[in-house]
């Protein structure tokens, strides 16, 4: 969601006649675009802000913004005005279209500008994006999240949840494929309740049908999926739109029932694999992704090993893994039993061994196979290497002339690591 929102700004800035460039040193403008998900990134931004101070120093003229996540928090928003005071402009996740205005405002008055929007979050049209690449794109199809889960901070900074209209978000991706995009990803923090607060009776299965039919677009990916929304028409899709990716990223979380409603997820570990195997059983060749998070409070050597049978019993090809990370406001963040950050790294680890070890032996199981990759990019190493990326989410490399980027092409997978698989193009 958060790089998406920094392609939109990069969309804005470009209007502005700026120019990305890659050196701070020659900067004019410096946005910081944050999330607020865990501490630990929290740290690296006051890190960073810290470091610009003599750049500042050197050349008055920088400007320095901070936005995204941390900045819907007044208590994060103190900080950096009383500490970072060379910070200029400070703007929530729902201001991005007024970049123009508070440039000029902070230009006019010489003042740091803050402008943060609590109450009025209706969805803004107006802003397109300035996309890495021209074959693949993100699509926010709705915004904000009702589902306040007890360790997490994002209904708090990105408000309820809105879903844009189908028509728009139709609209932008016809135009995607018009100028040559293959491949779509849906953004939402909880795809599967996308319609339910239009006036019409529309549904997130409804909108990938649409999105099926449109001219050009060959793969149709989509996060997050909430397990307790799964529904059987959205499940139904995959057996029945040839465009679908064969992956879901499904977060569980934790694989203890306990933990689950400790954590408000209101779903059980049953109704969870209920639902995997349903999915395997429309898409035998469904690829499931999670995330799983480590030490919430009052997690026991018992829990944790639940999650850790759980994780062999869906045999997940990945995860993101995540250690529970305190996060003031939020419900859990009162809770008692917070767990010592020993046990939760010597767990985080067997978690993580765990997963590699799965992750091997599903690749494994594409040796010898074609697969259809839609190519990416040339290898940052060697230039005669090319990556790409199968239906299913696996990262591949093989030789290749940059002429196929952009274009769906067979490879033979010849080798295969934990996180990557090696091929030649049939
Ligand atoms: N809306 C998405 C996820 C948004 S946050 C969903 O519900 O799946 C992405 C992931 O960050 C979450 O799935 C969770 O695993 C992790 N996360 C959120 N808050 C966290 C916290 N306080 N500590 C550690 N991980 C957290
Ligand atoms: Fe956070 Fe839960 Fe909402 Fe995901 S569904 S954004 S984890 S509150």
Not at 66 to 81: A, N
Not at 199 to 210: C, I, N, P, Q
Request: aromatic share 8%; proline share 2%.
């Amino acid at each position: 969601m958060n790089e998406h929102d920094s392609e939109k700004i990069s969309w804005i800035l470009d209007g502005m006649g700026y120019e990305i460039t890659d050196n701070r040193e020659e900067s004019d403008l410096i946005i910081f675009n944050t999330c607020a998900v865990r501490k630990s990134a929290e740290e690296r931004v006051f890190g960073q802000l810290g470091e610009l101070k003599h750049l500042k120093r050197k050349n008055p003229n920088l400007l320095l913004a901070v936005c995204g996540c941390m900045m819907q928090r007044e208590d994060i928003r103190e900080i950096v005005l009383s500490k970072f005071r060379h910070v200029d402009i400070i703007f929530g996740t729902n201001n991005i279209h007024k970049i123009p205005q508070l440039i000029s405002r902070h230009l006019e008055s010489g003042k740091t500008i803050v402008d943060i929007n609590e109450e009025n979050r209706e969805i803004e049209e107006s802003i397109d994006a300035n996309r890495k690449y021209s074959y693949k794109a993100f699509v926010n199809i709705m915004y904000g999240c009702n589902n306040f889960c007890t360790y997490c901070i994002v209904p708090y900074t990105r408000g309820r949840e809105r879903s844009r209209e189908p028509e728009n978000i139709l609209e932008e991706i016809k135009l995607l494929a018009k100028s040559g995009c293959k491949e779509i990803t849906l953004l939402g923090q909880n795809v599967n309740s996308y319609g339910k607060t239009l006036e019409r009776d529309y549904t997130f299965a409804d909108l990938l049908r649409e999105v099926n039919d449109i001219e050009g677009i060959e793969r149709i990916r989509f996060m997050t999926s909430h397990p307790k929304d799964i529904s059987d028409e959205l499940i139904e899709c995959f057996g029945s739109l040839d465009k679908l990716c064969d992956q879901l990223h499904l977060p569980i979380q934790s694989g203890s029932n306990r933990l689950l409603e400790a954590m408000n997820r209101k779903y059980t570990r049953e109704d969870y694999l209920n639902k995997v195997a349903k999915i395997k059983m429309r898409n035998p060749d469904i690829v499931i992704t999670t995330d799983l998070i480590v030490g919430f409070p009052g997690e026991t050597e018992e829990d944790f090993r639940e999650t850790l049978e759980l994780v062999k019993e869906v045999k997940y090809d990945s995860a993101f893994t995540f250690l529970y990370s305190i996060r003031e406001g939020t419900k859990a963040a009162n809770m008692e039993n917070q767990i010592p950050d020993d046990v939760k790294h010597e767990r985080f680890q067997r978690l993580m061994d765990t997963l590699n070890e799965i992750g091997l032996e599903k690749n494994e199981k594409f040796l010898g196979k074609i697969v259809e990759v839609l190519v990416e990019d040339v290898s940052k190493n060697d230039e005669s290497v090319l990556n790409g990326r199968t239906t299913s989410g696996k990262l591949v490399h093989f030789p290749g002339t940059k002429d196929l980027i952009g274009s769906i092409v067979n490879v033979k997978i010849r080798r295969v690591k934990t996180f990557t698989m090696e091929g030649t193009v049939v």
